[in-house]
């Protein structure tokens, strides 16, 4: 081996057998990491032409779908400050990689999976992307990329940086470890005063380090008329027009809690229909033979299968890429990822751009800054498990508060607007040269 390892490749080392032998049993029972695996160890760098990139790019990395979010406001930007660069988006997880290349044409040149952070790995990627700007989305920390790339002469900002309580709490205990490839950051770019002062903290000073917001409300979301929703509800074969609940970005346990609230609607709204959007593409198939055990009148989009009987109300949405979009059919948007622990919340501004009345669970503590901006003042309603059904009927029954609230939730996502603007701001500060 050429480079000796450090402190970072024995430390990651000594997790690797554990961490391989759970990755090779989600391979073999859930299909997980086929696609991602033998990228995360460099397999196909090889086989890249390195012409593109001769004269450097602009590396972003974003893990997952979430990230790919943020990064689709940057993105158009990055292009106009930095042609002609080439530029990088790099994914760690399978559902982060189908989201960033089905980005529109023209957003990023490569779509590639982020390797393992081990020294001889990442020294490979830096020699053949050779980043003269490398952009992580929100913490996405990794010492031994932060060092090795900064060592390379490119600037590093993190953007839409955000350090919850429960992960401030982790590197203060690394504090002394990890102080140094943190400093290697040019510049960070937090969302909020809480993640300032944490981020500060591990630092020890606030010198680069700016609240510039959430660029993921930066990024433009369609308005759908009512011919574009005719033809979206055609595509995914659902009735259309009707009373549509749209239940996103659900993780397990949590489906049973909002097919139990849906039992307590029909019995008030019998016509009405919900689309159940799992989270993660490797449960799709879980989710339908939960349906089939629950014995309910169900549809799977992909293939139009039934079961339970004729005239389905739950439509399983087991495709990627059309959440966003549906969120505009909906008459009540619920927002999944809140009502089990563990999770912390998704993006629940997504249906508030809509003008969709939103409900989320009592648990966000991932996404607190959303938490606060879509607040049962500005429109937002929080439910718990129980509560649930009676939310979705009240918002269902009474028209004019679901317009409401979803007229302030909108209002409430445009207020918030323009992080990604403030964001080049600081990159343009430090990138003169470039």
Sequence with gaps: MKFPLNVYDLAYLTILPPAA???GYKMVRHGKYRESAPALIGLGLANEDPAPWQNGSVWVHAVSVGEVIAARAMLPLLRERFAPLPIL???HTETGQAAARALPDGMA???RYYPLDLSWIMRKYVKLYKPKVFIPMETELWPNALDIIAESGAKIFTLNGKISEKSFRSYKKLKGIIQRPLSRITAFCVQTDADRDRVA???????????TGNCKFDVEIPILDYDAKAALAGELKLPWPTRLIVAGSTHPGEENIILDAFDAVRKNFPEAHIALVPRHPERFQEVWTLL????????RVSDNATSGGADPHIHLIDCMGVLTKLYGLAEVAIVAGSFVNGIGGHNILEPAAHGVPVIYGPDMKGQRDMARILSPDNGGTIATPASLGAAINHLLGNPSIALENGTRGRNAYEANRGSASRNMKIINKYCEEI
Excluded: Q
């Design 109 to 111: 040149d490569a779509v």
């Design 201 to 211: 903290d591990l630092l020890g000073s606030d010198k680069n380090v700016h609240v």
């Design 292 to 299: 089939k055990n629950r014995g309910v009148s169900a549809r």
């Design 89 to 91: 988006l790099t994914t």
């Design 21 to 23: 032998a759970m990755v």
